[in-house]
Structures are given as structure tokens and as C-alpha cells.
């Protein structure tokens, strides 16, 4: 079947080098795609938002999946643009419905779905500038650290950790006269959680699911986990303190509650949950977050741990069978690195020429932020074209084996003001 992958960054590199080994897919358009997925299929110059063009194509090209990587057409309504229209219905999507998708797309809607079902979580208020002060108010009750985040999507940088009540007053007025544009015209103010992070993957039709390869990533530009947060640095799969005993915990009281909401709520959901998880120092697991979609930089290192025919997986969820899936999971570890461009999450400069990955041995290279041009000579030339440029994968027997592969290989290639952390999994 021809097949349509819409985004253009790691996750979607990753979704591509497995879609590419289905015996179901003949033809793969990733639209927009990159460098890197065009050695896996055919690039289309359409944006992941633009629906009508998605349209036009999908028609074309008898399209008869739509597989969707990003967060952003997902809230934006791709799924319910392409059921409710007549000459697309019969294309399944990988995807929640709108409403679905309201879980990344509002923290407020997120923490209400998980009040509402009594999904564990951090202690939470919301608020707008109609109400700046009873917010301030509540700030002044709070003891440090504070947590604010921005309500709505941020591209993984709007949430902040305060230290002080008049560090987190100052950012919160900050936000609310739009420090993250639209996405922080509301702002929820949680109560700090101490542990360890770690995230939960699980495919679903909004009545069954299957549980994928567990992750940890890492936010914070700086090793040691400082500075600012980013969109991801790098992720480790599975976490070493991840035991069976917790997957039961979570299993119980977060995954099926929350699979159990849909159908109370009569959210249609078929596709990617990603649960932010909290490993609290007194053994609780809360929820930090979900997501609609999978992770990134956590795709590169569950992806391929993923042994199944994944268009295969994808037709018996959209079919209903997802139940009868076994779903077949490597033993070896995954680590990711990212390469990232000197200054990111700030300001930093794109264009920068790129070499070495031909040299890589024994990791997968996944492009997250790139771009080919031409030289005077007419030859075409790598080039960063992000924050988030590469993502080094390597699988070993062990995690600490296949972190220093991928360290290795990030140190091979080159360009001008690389960075990358050299901490990855420094924690666990």
C-alpha cells in the first residue's frame, strides 16, 4: 500500500526506517520529510498543517495510510478533517481525534482528564491575566521549587521550574503577557515532584492497547541536567530502575484508567499515548504529562527495539484487532545522542556544512535538523538546519555499552559549533 508520513524531524527518520522494512508498504511520501528520509521514500513539499494539499495528494496518490508524527496537525484536527470528508474516510489515520489530542495540546485539559479519572498526578491550579492575581496569591502560598506551565503546545520548552515564590511571580506575569506567545495566555501552576523521570509509550484504539519500549530522555541542555530545557538531548531505552514491578503500578493505575477516560469521555483515540512519568523518591509514579504523539528524541532509541512489521501493527489497530498483536521487542539497549547547533535552545545559526556520517559503524544516524543545498560546483552539501540537528542510535546487550557507541560515533561527525551531551545517562 502506498503510504503518507507527515513531519519532517528524528521521529519521523525513525518512524521511516521502520515503516521501510513492511512488506505492506510500497510506496512511502513523507511529507515534509528530510535528508534522511529520503533514503527511505519520496519527500513531498507539503506542510504537516496544510490539510487541503494533504488532501490533493493523499487522492493522487492512493494513499491508504496516514501516519502522523507531530504534535501540530494532530490538535489542529487531521484526523477529524479526514473522517468527516467524504472522499477521504476510508484512509485510516495514526492519530487521536482532535479532542484527543487536546491531552498535549492543553495542560489544563490534560490535568482535568486526569482528575476526572483519578490518574495519579502532581496538585495543580490554572490561570489567565483576567485572573494575574488570585494567581499571585497562589503563588504565595506555594512552597519552592515551583513548576509553571505554559498551557499550551511550546515546541517542549514551555515549562519552567522556579527556585524562589518571586522568581516564579516574575516569570509567571512573564508568561501570561505572552513570554511563549498563545501557548501561555493560560498558565497551571503544579506542585514540584522529586524523583526521576521516564516516559510510557503505548499504541491504542481507544479501547485495547499495547505497551512499547520504555524510555528516559533528557530536557536540559547542560550536563548534569542544567539550563534551559530543550527539546530533547538525548534518551536511554529502557531505563535500568524501570522494573516489572513499576510497568504493573503504572500498567494499573495510570494506562488503564486513562484508556478506560476515552471511552467514558467518547474520545476517539487511535494512535500514540505518551505518558511523562514522575518516579517519586517515596515510590509513588504521578504523571508529568502526555503527549498524542510519540516522543522525540525517545522514537530513535524505542524504534528500533520495535521488531514487529509496524504497518502490520498500525492495520490491526485501525481494524480493531489490536488485541491479537504480539508485540515483539529486542532485548539489547538503545541509546540516543543528540547533536544539537552551538547556542540551541537560544539563538544559534543553520547552514552548517556537515561530515562523517558516512564513517558511522555499528549506530544509526537519524537526521532531526537538516537540509541539502548546492554548492557553486552543483554538488549537494549536508547542512544543519536546527536547534536539533543528528541523533546518534546504538543498540548493545547493555546501556552503558551502547552509550559508548553512540558517544563515539557523535564524536565523528563534524560541523561548525557542534554540541552534544556527553552525560547521557549519567543518572542512572
Given at each position: 500500500m502506498n503510504i503518507l508520513l507527515l513531519g519532517s524531524g528524528g521521529r519521523e527518520h525513525a518512524f521511516a526506517h521502520s515503516i521501510a522494512k513492511s512488506?505492506?508498504?510500497?510506496?512511502?511520501?513523507?511529507?515534509?520529510?528530510?535528508?534522511?528520509?529520503?533514503?527511505?521514500?519520496?519527500?513531498?513539499?507539503?506542510?504537516?498543517?496544510?490539510?487541503?494539499?494533504?488532501?490533493?495528494?493523499?487522492?493522487?496518490n492512493e494513499i491508504k495510510m496516514i501516519i502522523v508524527g507531530p504534535e501540530a496537525p494532530l490538535v489542529e484536527g487531521i484526523y477529524d478533517f479526514v473522517v468527516n470528508d467524504a472522499e477521504l474516510r476510508h484512509i485510516p489515520v495514526i492519530g487521536p481525534s482532535k479532542i484527543g489530542a487536546q491531552l498535549e495540546g492543553s495542560k489544563a485539559f490534560s490535568k482535568a482528564f486526569m482528575m476526572r479519572h483519578q490518574v495519579p498526578t502532581a496538585a495543580y491550579a490554572e490561570f489567565t491575566m483576567a485572573t494575574l492575581n488570585e494567581g499571585l496569591a497562589y503563588l504565595s502560598q506555594q512552597t519552592p521549587p515551583i513548576v509553571l506551565k505554559a498551557d499550551g503546545l511550546a515546541a517542549?520548552?514551555?515549562?519552567?521550574?522556579?527556585?524562589?515564590?518571586?522568581?516564579?511571580?516574575?516569570?509567571?506575569?512573564?508568561?501570561?503577557?505572552?513570554?511563549?506567545?498563545?501557548?501561555?495566555?493560560?498558565?497551571?501552576?503544579?506542585?514540584?515532584?522529586?524523583?526521576?523521570?521516564?516516559?510510557?509509550?503505548?499504541?491504542?484504539?481507544?479501547?485495547?492497547?499495547?505497551?512499547?519500549?520504555?524510555?528516559?530522555?533528557?530536557?536540559?541542555?547542560?550536563?548534569?541536567?542544567?539550563?534551559?530545557?530543550?527539546?530533547?538531548?538525548?534518551?536511554v531505552s529502557p531505563p535500568p530502575f524501570v522494573t516489572d514491578d513499576m510497568m504493573k503500578t503504572v500498567e494499573d493505575t495510570i494506562i488503564k484508567p486513562t484508556i478506560q477516560g476515552f471511552q467514558k469521555d467518547g474520545i476517539v483515540y487511535i494512535g500514540f499515548v505518551y505518558v511523562g512519568l514522575m518516579y517519586l523518591k517515596t515510590g509513588e509514579i504521578k504523571v508529568v504529562e502526555y503527549n498524542c504523539r510519540m516522543g522525540d528524541p525517545e522514537t530513535e532509541a524505542v524504534f528500533p527495539r520495535w521488531k514487529n512489521d509496524i504497518i502490520e501493527v498500525f492495520q490491526s489497530t485501525v481494524e480493531g484487532r489490536l488485541s491479537n498483536v504480539d508485540i515483539d521487542i529486542d532485548e539489547r539497549a538503545a541509546t540516543t545522542i543528540i547533536l544539537a547547533s552551538g547556542g540551541y535552545p537560544e539563538d544559534f545559526e543553520k547552514g552548517k556544512a556537515i561530515t562523517g556520517i558516512d564513517e558511522i559503524k555499528d549506530s544509526i544516524v537519524f537526521h532531526c535538523g537538516t537540509k541539502l543545498i548546492e554548492d557553486d560546483k552543483g554538488q549537494g552539501i549536508l547542512v544543519s538546519n536546527g536547534g536539533r540537528v543528528l541523533a546518534v542510535t546504538s543498540l548493545h546487550v547493555d546501556w552503558k555499552s551502547a552509550l559508548a557507541i553512540s558517544n563515539k560515533n557523535a564524536s565523528i561527525i563534524q560541523y561548525e559549533a557542534k554540541y552534544y551531551r556527553k552525560d547521557i545517562g549519567f543518572d542512572l
Open positions: 512488506n505492506k508498504c510500497s510506496q512511502l511520501f513523507i511529507a515534509p520529510g528530510n535528508p534522511g528520509t529520503l533514503q527511505l521514500g519520496i519527500n513531498v513539499p507539503i506542510a504537516t498543517t496544510d490539510f487541503a494539499a494533504i488532501k490533493s495528494f493523499a487522492l493522487e517542549g520548552k514551555g515549562v519552567l521550574i522556579c527556585s524562589s515564590i518571586d522568581e516564579a511571580k516574575d516569570e509567571f506575569k512573564q508568561m501570561l503577557d505572552g513570554k511563549f506567545g498563545d501557548a501561555s495566555a493560560k498558565v497551571v501552576i503544579e506542585e514540584f515532584m522529586d524523583g526521576i523521570e521516564f516516559s510510557v509509550f503505548v499504541l491504542t484504539d481507544g479501547k485495547d492497547y499495547k505497551i512499547l519500549p520504555t524510555a528516559k530522555d533528557y530536557k536540559r541542555i547542560g550536563e548534569a541536567d542544567t539550563g534551559l530545557n530543550t527539546g530533547g538531548m538525548g534518551a
